[in-house]
């Protein structure tokens, strides 16, 4: 990648210096070559401690410079989500391919529109969900297409901790879309409605405690616990199966991911005394997970989807569903959790609307 692009004399644009962009950093720096990469930050103090650790980098105060003074072939962003839709359009008209950190945008129109000029402009428009680019969640993908488990019962995923508190968006924006994500890459499907309760106990009107509710078209339950108020930190999601359970435990360094042969049999009783009911108790295994870093596997997975135009793994399309569920979920906890449908079709029959005008 480091000669294709100083070949062209192209540039890869880095967007945002904050709490993320650091990390996105060293990934880029590694695959692109820091002769080739652009950071762009509001404060010059970050481009220019940028530009010290990687000498050969260059810095710029804005998209708008990067994109007038240099030929940039792809732009990764790394901004507060209220700053993606103008940030991605900015690129995509500049004819730049486009990684945007998770969610997509901050609402279901706002990311409809995106796909729509992404797909117009023949750009790739990836979203940085990188769990789906962690081998735990590709294991977990596997086993479940393979049908290790059987058929999906529920899934229940706890996301906990005390803070980070966000100051622009709810602690729906902020953590839900890795567990959605995950839950919909494993599943294969879209919740058809959602329904939240939680509180706001530190800024009126922006829960930083949530407990969501999804129901998926193949009969799955899904609850996602979300919280910035915990006395300690969790990051654990369970898959049941008929055949086998599954709990995938990120903080757990050395067995991430426990499969246990559990389970409960109906049977149908010789006479009415007999117990219906059999409990299986068999083996946990804890199966080999490779050790690669998913923040480069998804850097590396974007580079070349842009190179040879082959489909994301977490495409715009798919980051549009997550903000169906984000906002949905929100939605519910403001009606006091009535339950909100997610209509999958919207975001198609808003594309077409748009495109026919």
């Known amino acids: 990648m480091k000669e294709a692009l100083a070949a062209r004399g192209a540039k890869v644009a880095l967007v945002g210096l904050g709490y993320w962009g650091p990390n996105l950093l060293r990934s880029l720096a590694a695959m692109a070559g820091a002769g080739n990469v652009v950071v762009v930050d509001q404060s010059l103090d970050r481009v220019a401690n940028a530009c010290t650790q990687y000498p050969a980098t260059i810095g710029c105060a804005s998209l708008d410079d990067a994109l007038a003074s240099h030929d940039v072939w792809a732009t990764i962003i790394a901004t507060p989500v209220s700053t993606h839709h103008d940030l991605v359009c900015t690129a995509l008209d500049a004819g730049s391919h486009v990684l945007v950190e998770k969610p997509l945008a901050r609402s279901v129109a706002e990311a409809?529109?995106?796909?729509?000029?992404?797909?117009?402009?023949?750009?790739?428009?990836?979203?940085?969900?990188?769990?789906?680019?962690?081998?735990?969640?590709?294991?977990?993908?596997?086993?479940?297409?393979?049908?290790?488990?059987?058929?999906?019962?529920?899934?229940?995923?706890?996301?906990?901790?005390?803070?980070?508190?966000?100051?622009?968006?709810?602690?729906?924006?902020?953590?839900?879309?890795?567990?959605?994500?995950?839950?919909?890459?494993?599943?294969?499907?879209?919740?058809?409605?959602?329904?939240?309760?939680?509180?706001?106990?530190?800024?009126?009107?922006?829960?930083?405690?949530?407990?969501?509710?999804?129901?998926?078209?193949?009969?799955?339950?899904a609850s996602v616990s979300l919280s910035w108020l915990a006395p300690s930190k969790a990051r654990n999601t369970v898959f049941v199966g008929d055949r086998q359970m599954l709990v995938y435990d990120d903080l757990h360094a050395e067995q991430p991911i426990r499969l246990y042969d559990k389970g409960v049999t109906l049977n149908e009783p010789d006479n009415f005394g007999e117990h219906q009911l059999t409990y299986r108790h068999g083996d946990v295994?804890?199966?080999?997970?490779?050790?690669?870093?998913?923040?480069?596997?998804?850097?590396?997975?974007?580079?070349?989807?842009?190179?040879?135009?082959?489909?994301?793994?977490?495409?715009?399309?798919?980051?549009?569903?997550?903000?169906?569920?984000?906002?949905?979920?929100?939605?519910?906890?403001?009606?006091?959790?009535?339950?909100?449908?997610?209509?999958?079709?919207?975001?198609?029959?808003?594309?077409?609307?748009?495109?026919?005008?």
């Open 112 to 221: 409809t529109d995106l796909v729509r000029r992404a797909e117009n402009a023949d750009r790739t428009l990836m979203v940085g969900h990188t769990f789906l680019f962690s081998p735990r969640v590709e294991l977990i993908e596997r086993l479940v297409r393979d049908g290790r488990l059987g058929t999906i019962q529920y899934v229940t995923s706890d996301r906990l901790n005390l803070g980070l508190h966000q100051s622009d968006v709810s602690v729906i924006w902020d953590l839900a879309p890795h567990d959605l994500s995950i839950i919909l890459r494993v599943l294969g499907e879209v919740p058809t409605r959602i329904r939240t309760t939680g509180r706001a106990m530190v800024r009126a009107n922006r829960p930083d405690v949530a407990f969501l509710q999804l129901d998926f078209p193949s009969g799955v339950v």
């Open 285 to 357: 295994l804890a199966p080999h997970v490779p050790a690669r870093e998913p923040l480069a596997q998804e850097v590396a997975h974007f580079l070349t989807c842009c190179e040879d135009a082959s489909p994301c793994r977490s495409d715009a399309r798919f980051g549009l569903d997550v903000v169906r569920c984000l906002e949905a979920a929100e939605q519910s906890w403001f009606e006091d959790g009535e339950a909100v449908r997610v209509d999958s079709t919207e975001g198609a029959a808003v594309l077409r609307a748009v495109a026919a005008t």
